[in-house]
Nanobody, 123 residues
Framework: QVQLGESGGDLVQAGGSLRLSCAASGLPFSSYSMGWFRQAPGKEREFVAVISPRGGIRSADSVKGRFTISRDNAKNTVYLQMNSLKPEDTAVYYC?????????????????WGRGTQVTVSS
């Protein structure tokens, strides 16, 4: 079965950095787009960044210049490097996989989701 497992979430001070990882199994990873989304309490899940099978990237305006998405197909893993973290980045971060291979930025098209990892940024 398909499984996505996020790791790397932590408590960090504003201005700090974290690197999230998502390891995938049970799917042809190299043919899927891989996305990161986040959800804060009381808010809808929102797009953060996505990377296509060939490395095409789209990211939310709120994180451009601070967050970088990357993938290692040999390791079936997608990463999210987060720098200059702000309190408003606090959320549960979810990894998602889309079989279309397109850099989609909405939640609906994604086929599989991880269970999330908590990122908390203190002021």
């Amino acid at each position: 079965q398909v499984q996505l497992g996020e790791s790397g979430g932590d408590l960090v001070q504003a201005g700090g950095s974290l690197r999230l990882s998502c390891a995938a199994s049970g799917l042809p990873f190299s043919s899927y787009s891989m996305g990161w989304f986040r959800q804060a309490p009381g808010k809808e899940r929102e797009f953060v960044a996505v990377i296509s099978p060939r490395g095409g990237i789209r990211s939310a305006d709120s994180v451009k210049g601070r967050f970088t998405i990357s993938r290692d197909n040999a390791k079936n893993t997608v990463y999210l490097q987060m720098n200059s973290l702000k309190p408003e980045d606090t959320a549960v971060y979810y990894c998602a996989a889309d079989r279309s291979g397109l850099p989609v930025t909405t939640t609906a098209p994604y086929d599989y989701w991880g269970r999330g990892t908590q990122v908390t940024v203190s002021s």
